[in-house]
Every structure is written in structure tokens, then in C-alpha cells.
């Protein structure tokens, strides 16, 4: 895919360290238009599973982007269904006329491949990479499991 087509679109969630778990975010897309645009839709993509309560629980990023931007959005998957045909699909049906591909994937790759073959003419977001929100989110989950309680003596 060309460059100037995945940058073209770019998601950018503002941290914050006291955020309330849903930072704000902001969508550059000069190609497909604003956020509130009810003609823009986005469609989360992520890798799946065979497990389907695995693959409900990681349709919860694509209502929050909903809840967070006032866009529609629909989850899609790379290696089950829903795939990203049939999220276009849903998104078109519910009055998306722009749709901007989000990958919910930490580095580029066969995944990421496989979403710009399969629709290759939408404007596909870059992948989340090294985002300094990421690393607090690692470090939390590392300091949360290494955490034990220290009982006090005197």
C-alpha cells in the first residue's frame, strides 16, 4: 500500500495520567473528512479468535471509539468474522460514505497486509506502535503483577 494512503489517516489518542480510561482523540483525516461527520465510519480491525466471548470482549474498543468520537465504528478481524468486508458492509448500510480502517495492532505485518488486500481502496489508519500511552499501560500491568503487599513491622 502506498505511504501516502496509511497516513492518511491518523488516529491520535491524547494521553493523559489521569485519564479516566478513555482519553480524548482526535482523527486527522483530511481524505475522508471530521469527527462527528456522520458519514464517517470506522472500522476496528483486530486480529481474532475462535473464541467468540474473546472477540465480544475486543468489540468493546469499537463502541468506546463510538461512544469517545461520535463516529460509527464496527469491529472487524483479520483472521475470523466478522472480516473487514462485512464491516464495510454495516458501516455503508448504517450511512458511512468514508471509512478509515483502525488497526488495533501494535506493528505492521501479515495481519496488516492482509487488511490493505482485502480493502485496498479505504484509507487504512497507521498501527498503534510505540505510543507512549502503550508503555504506561505496560508498565502498569508490570507493576500491578510484580506489586505485593508489604505488611509493616515495628
Do not use: K, Q
Not at 471509539?65 to 464495510?88: D, K, Q
Request: hydrophobic share 50%; with cysteine.
Amino acid at each position: 500500500m502506498p505511504a501516502d494512503r496509511r497516513a492518511a489517516a491518523t488516529v491520535l489518542p491524547a494521553p493523559t495520567a489521569a485519564s479516566s480510561g478513555l482519553a480524548s482523540v482526535s482523527v486527522v483525516t483530511p481524505a475522508t473528512g471530521p469527527l462527528g461527520d456522520p458519514a464517517l465510519g470506522i472500522a476496528v480491525a483486530a486480529v481474532g479468535s475462535r473464541d467468540a466471548a474473546a472477540n465480544r470482549r475486543t468489540s468493546v474498543v469499537a463502541r468506546r471509539l463510538a461512544a469517545m468520537t461520535g463516529c460509527l465504528t464496527e469491529i472487524c478481524f483479520a483472521t475470523v468474522e466478522p472480516g473487514i468486508e462485512r464491516a464495510v458492509d454495516h458501516l455503508r448500510a448504517r450511512g458511512a460514505e468514508h471509512i478509515v480502517v483502525a488497526p488495533w495492532f501494535l506493528a505492521p505485518g501479515l495481519l496488516t497486509d492482509r487488511l490493505v488486500t482485502a480493502a485496498p481502496a479505504l484509507v487504512h489508519a497507521d498501527v498503534i506502535g510505540a505510543h507512549s500511552a502503550l508503555v504506561e499501560v505496560i508498565w502498569a500491568r508490570y507493576d500491578s503483577s510484580v506489586a505485593t503487599d508489604l505488611e509493616l513491622s515495628a
